[in-house]
């Protein structure tokens, strides 16, 4: 399971980073033409909703994904929220998902509405990564009336990066020769990994761009950052060898639920966290996952968040079992120390469809 | 108080006691044991954990009545330290208990004896006396298969009811499962117990009892409610709080049409399958079993290791097949067959196999098979 670095003198790789613009947000308004010009949030608009999605209308008043929809009323009072139809998303990915497939057979995806392709062998003989690019964009809005960004570079870290450059409904490509320059001006949060919190520490640092992040040796980078350090070194030199994983597996399932008000007695917060595995546990039976941990988590009202994990010998076999081991988690934290805003549950050491199928049958009791 | 006790007897008492006491506790009190020193003499041991209470009675001088609770594995290893033959004598004022013997003098914090909680047994109605040896091999035959999943906190421990229906008369049975394999082991039974209702003794309760057990000859009385059981051993008496919850109906996942018998020796399949499991991976423990007619071969293949096989000798006429088994489920059920031949009643590959040494054993084991 090692992922071999690219022997040297390998030619480069050719990579495209394809991005939907503004997915759920566009889905909508494609399937409404009343919404159509308008500022649209995907999400819910009650008190305690968040921002799924915001169209380009919406997003030039300041609004953004995961933004609370409070906020984003502020911002845009026009605002028209529209409940996610996830069902028909996973429909339209499933449709680009078959457009990447003509062009390669390594597709990675990120999401409902992101992927990796490694094109690196041009089977549809289109000649260059760009065309490749072009005629899937070009597809795309045939075949599903969207848009979507692309990005054509070498690796994945300045592919995803350059996806964004030209949004929407445009592409760019970075080259070898021009990898290092481009990494070099970004400002540190585009690199993957640097949040707030980690931005705020670079500064404090003095590292405000990718060229300062280049100036560093790696054991400083090492000694401030840990093992991911190592990532910030190469990333900084435009160098990432992630392969494009078709493979890519499901680690884990899950669902969370914030609550219209918070919680406080054992007996609400247990009916909450049922109807939270009412909605894992299809998930859990839909995937044919078999898993043996379930986490808890729990945001209390000051944001703080913890999560309690427990794992079992063998895979967790019907949901009374897994409402039971999540019940077993929510009643270890109570009385809890604050009213709580948020709980999740989630499946996770999942099998994995490639391991040898020596199982334990059960007798059914 | 103020007692003088004889090491190896207040060694022994306590050794009882303090594998009651959970080694972590957030209530002080429970990592302590009651020492209550008779008018009369003699002195009373006692821990809980809450859930399951031990009292024992031990042979003591007293000189002053009295009752104080010190840390019971502190206590413990003291006493182990002690030497050989010492007279161990336990004063017990102002909150202190002196602990005297040979030449080391101790002198521990104790926690007030009113504090100690106290399992109230309430009313047991069922009531019945069952031979030491007879209570040994139920929980002998059936404790391995005890489920150690707390979410399925019924299969927690032992099941032990009545039933009117055996073909000998009234039986007593007790059944232990986790979901994979079943144990299960039948007695006559004892005059008291009909009627009773269905009980499941927790784990920890069965593992003290196991060791109290190979100290006691006669029989040991054993009293029960839908709620607490208590077995008198002698000089113990061991109280537990019962599982609340229901034990599934069992009887419906033996098998009673297995039409594939396989008779072997239970020692050189039990090694044999031990030998060929040295290789398998840890986490699946899988063993194929290739069935042809009277040949039997066990074996191994591991992605890691390589493959280990090993032909035992058995009597076997039906259908050849193949079938997997977790290795370690397989030995539990060997190790305790005790007579020269062991039935293997198969079905196919994927349905519950019936092992016992035959018709009229107490003893009955199901294990569900490994897809290999």
Redesign the interface.
């Known amino acids: 399971m090692t992922d071999q670095p690219p022997a040297p003198g390998a030619p480069a790789r050719r990579i495209i980073h394809v991005d939907m613009d503004a997915f759920y947000a566009s889905v909508e308004q494609r399937d409404d033409p009343a919404l159509r010009g308008r500022p649209v949030a995907v999400g819910g608009s009650r008190e305690r909703g968040v921002v799924a999605a915001a169209s380009y209308e919406a997003r030039t008043f300041g609004v953004r994904s995961a933004m609370p929809s409070v906020t984003a009323r502020r911002l845009c009072p026009d605002l028209v929220f529209v409940r996610p139809r996830f069902e028909v998303y996973r429909d339209v990915s499933r449709q680009i998902r078959a457009i990447f497939a003509r062009y390669t057979a390594l597709i990675e995806p990120l999401s409902l509405d992101e992927a990796y392709l490694d094109v690196t062998e041009d089977i549809a003989g289109m000649g260059s990564a760009t065309a490749t690019a072009l005629a899937i964009r070009a597809a795309i809005k045939e075949e599903t009336g969207l848009t979507a960004s692309a990005g054509i570079s070498y690796n994945k870290f300045i592919a995803k990066i350059a996806s964004d450059q030209n949004k929407p409904d445009g592409q760019c490509v970075i080259t070898p020769a021009r990898g290092p320059d481009f990494v070099a001006a970004l400002p540190v949060k585009r690199f993957h990994g640097v949040g707030p919190k980690t931005a705020e520490k670079m500064t404090r640092l003095g590292i405000a761009s990718g060229a300062d992040l280049r100036a560093r040796s790696r054991d400083w980078l090492l000694a401030n950052f840990g093992s991911w350090g190592s990532y910030l070194h190469d990333a900084a030199r435009g160098l990432d060898d992630r392969p494009v994983r078709p493979d890519r597996i499901r680690k884990s399932v899950g669902a969370e639920n914030t609550f219209f008000t918070d919680l406080r007695g054992p007996t609400e917060l247990l009916e909450a966290l049922d109807g939270i595995v009412e909605t894992v546990w299809p998930r859990i039976e839909a995937s044919r996952s078999r898993g043996r941990t379930v986490t808890l988590k729990v945001k209390y009202d000051d944001f703080r968040q913890i999560t309690r994990a427990r794992s ?3 895979p967790i076999a019907s949901r009374a ?1 897994f409402a ?2 999540g019940k ?1 988690l929510m009643l270890a934290l109570c009385p809890v120390e604050r009213p709580v805003r948020l709980l999740g549950l989630t499946l996770s050491a999942l099998d994995q469809p490639g391991d ?10 | 108080m103020k007692a003088t006790i004889e090491r190896a007897t207040l060694l022994k008492g306590l050794s009882h006691v303090q594998s009651v006491v959970e080694r972590r506790n957030t209530i002080p009190i429970l990592s302590n044991v009651l020492i209550e020193a008779a008018a009369g003499g003699g002195l009373k041991l006692m821990a809980t954990d809450l859930d399951l209470q031990i009292v024992e009675t031990v042979d003591a001088a007293v000189d002053t009545p009295g009752a104080t609770t010190v840390s019971a594995h502190t206590l413990f290893d003291i006493v182990r330290k002690l030497p050989e033959g010492a007279q161990v004598q336990l004063t017990a004022a102002e909150g202190k208990m002196l602990v005297t013997g040979g030449r080391a003098r101790f002198n521990l914090s104790t926690l007030p004896r009113d504090d100690f909680p106290v399992i109230a047994e309430g009313d047991l109605p069922t009531k019945f006396d069952l031979p030491a040896a007879t209570l040994r091999q139920i929980v002998d035959k059936t404790r391995f298969a005890i489920s150690t999943e707390e979410t399925r906190y019924y299969l927690n421990g032992i099941y032990l009811h009545a039933s009117e229906e055996g073909s000998d008369g009234p039986v007593l049975k007790a059944a232990a499962t986790d979901g994979h394999r079943l144990a299960r082991m039948t007695v006559a039974q004892p005059q008291g117990a009909a009627g009773m209702p269905g009980v499941i003794i927790p784990r920890k309760c069965v593992a003290e009892l196991r060791k109290l057990l190979d100290e006691v000859d006669g029989s040991v009385e054993v009293s029960l409610s839908s709620t607490k059981i208590r077995f008198g051993l002698g000089q113990a008496i061991l109280t537990s709080k019962l599982i609340d919850g229901t034990f599934p109906d069992y009887s419906r996942v033996i098998p009673t049409g297995n039409d594939k018998l396989l008779k072997i020796d239970p020692k050189s399949f039990m090694e044999g399958v031990d030998r060929v499991a040295t290789i398998a991976s840890e986490k699946t423990r899988a063993v194929k079993m290739t069935l042809d007619r009277d040949k039997i071969i066990l074996s191994v293949t591991s992605p890691e290791n390589g493959t280990a096989a090993e032909e035992v000798p058995g009597d076997y006429t039906s259908l050849g097949f193949d079938i997997g088994f977790n290795a370690r489920y397989l030995m539990d059920i060997l190790g305790q067959i005790e007579g020269d031949s062991v039935e293997v009643h198969l079905a196919d590959a994927a349905a519950p196999t019936l092992i016992r040494e035959g018709e009229k054993a107490p003893a009955l084991y199901v294990l569900m098979p490994m897809r290999v």
């Open positions: 079992f010998a063998e079992q039971e081991a077993m040898p199928v020596a199982a334990q049958l059960g007798l059914g009791l």
